[in-house]
């Protein structure tokens, strides 16, 4: 496919959330993948409810996600000169013309339209009245009265529209502000957007824009319009069913590669496979795979598919990652060897970076604080001769290899008649404080001969007031 221009719009009015990142992805790829080109395109105009700081989260957010843009970011309310001059080409056509009368007048126009059983719309009164540019006048779009506006969506088929039904929308407001449907237009044809890719809600507005295209003697871009993301109980999505910002699930220690092969997951597919880098998804991503009905968000889906990538992620970069996570916690931040041989251990049981820095306590901390139900049921008096031989033993031995704690821990079973078994537990406790943790001769090479001796003595004195009591 040749000269391949899609954009991604959207309006800083708010955070970056699920739905808005996927059409994001759905039109970088396309783009990607037909070695086209990708804009990013900030849709400003609502000067009372946009704010810069939106724009920040947004770009910040796309960024995380990895989508690099060829152009932009553009900023409509920067390009108000461009929009005034197709305003003027459409006025001389005859195919706009101001208006001047209240909102107030509009609305009850089309109340009374509808007490009268008919479509409410604007009646055309100005469109006869030759007025020109002046206070509170707007400009309107002089649309077809007959007719038929026909969308070719290369999702959804082919979609029909009376044009009798559709309204002389406002394309300037009386602040000299674009309205949507004409900005977008404007934007799209002097970018040159060949595919528009977006969410079905804007389908309806779909005709509109043509018309508008049509009015200015330029051919439309190709439609596809992706059909929504629902809740599990299938109404649609928001914080409720678990989707937040983007942001907000990396901050919560989501992987940026398993967002994105989630977000593409849903509603395009690839024969049965589940997991795709990113050079997988530019090289199949297709617009013909994109499914007709509504995909549904489901967190622990997004949540398997993040645990699955923390196991197979490069080390290196998972050091790195973490780190946020474990100043957040005020953990004194470890040299990079042993912060790599601790994360080893946690990556088949974590599900997100934020579990793996909870997790990771015990590695961190000078000293540890025992769960309460553990330290009762392990920690008990009767296991203060196992402990002393234990560090004894420990205190003696060079090297702290894997056959060497093995043969020490078999040791003490064996000469104090206890089983292994009721020894790793309280062991356990004592150096993780949790009953569950990787493997015990892992944590003990990973903490080291002089800090596992001092935990051990430390739930030494434990057991031994304890047993005082």
Partial sequence: MDNVVTRFSPSPTGTLHIGGARTALFNWLFARHNKGKFILRIEDTDIVRSAEEYTQVIIESMQWLGMDWDEGPYFQSKRLDVYRKYIEILLEKGRAYYCDCSPEEVERKRKEAMAAGKKPKYDGKCRTRNLGPGPGRVVRFRAPDAGTTVVHDLIKGVISFDNSELDDLVIQRSDGMPTYNFAVVVDDLTMGITHVIRGD??????????????????????????????????????????????????????????????????????????????????????????????????????LWLNSHYIKEYDLGKLAKLIVPFLKERNYQIPDQDYLKRAIVTLQPRAKTLSEMAD??????????????????????????????????????????????????????????????????????????????????FEVIDILGKKRTIRRLEAALEYMKRRAEN
């Fill in 201 to 302: 809600d804007h389908v309806n507005n779909t005709p509109r824009q043509i018309l508008i295209y049509e009015a200015l003697g330029e051919t439309p871009p190709v439609f596809a319009h992706v059909p929504m993301i629902l809740g599990q109980d299938r109404t649609r999505l928001s914080k409720r069913h678990g989707a937040t910002s983007v942001l907000a699930y990396r901050d919560a220690g989501y992987l940026p590669e398993a967002m994105v092969n989630y977000l593409v997951r849903l509603g395009w597919s690839c024969g049965d496979q589940e997991i795709f880098s990113k050079e997988e998804l530019i090289e199949k991503f297709s617009l013909d795979n994109i499914g007709k009905s509504a995909s549904i968000f489901d967190p622990e889906k997004l």
């Fill in 359 to 440: 997790m990771m306590d015990f590695y961190l901390l000078e000293e540890i604080e025992y769960e309460p139900k553990a330290a009762k049921k392990f920690l008990k008096p009767s296991m203060i001769p196992v402990f002393e031989d234990l560090i004894r033993k420990l205190d003696k031995l060079d090297e702290f290899t894997e056959q060497e704690l093995e043969q020490i821990f078999r040791g003490t079973s064996e000469e104090l008649g206890v089983k292994l078994g009721k020894i790793a537990q309280p062991v356990r406790v004592a150096l993780t404080g949790r009953t569950a943790s990787p493997g015990l």
